[in-house]
Every structure is written in structure tokens, then in C-alpha cells.
């Protein structure tokens, strides 16, 4: 199954919506979901690492 991390960072940033309390708790729970926003947009954009393939040195002729 593949993640769908468009549809992850949308729910976040309603989550962060409904968290603009004044309150201690507020600001620590905002502060954690921007960092989970940030992993999340990190993950979406990452580019898988290529393989580096070697071709055959040609033989020298003199």
C-alpha cells in the first residue's frame, strides 16, 4: 500500500487549525505537528536514491 502524503499533510494542517488555543498545551501540540508536517512534506518530495551502474572499461588496442 503506498501512503498518500497530499491527503496526510491536509488532515495536519486542519489538525493545526483547530489548535490556535492560547494555552501552553496549544503550543506544544502545534509545535509537535509542524514537525510531523515537515517529516510528512520531506517524505512526499524525497527522491529515491539511484543505482549506479559501471560500464565495461573498453580493451585498449595498440
Known sequence: MKSDFAAAHLHLD???HYLR???ETSRTA????DLVIEAV???QYA???AEVLQFPKAAVQR
Open 21 to 23: 488555543g492560547d494555552d
Open 14 to 16: 486542519r489538525a493545526c
Open 30 to 33: 502545534l509545535a509537535a505537528l
Open 47 to 49: 527522491r529515491p536514491e
Open 41 to 43: 512534506a520531506t517524505a
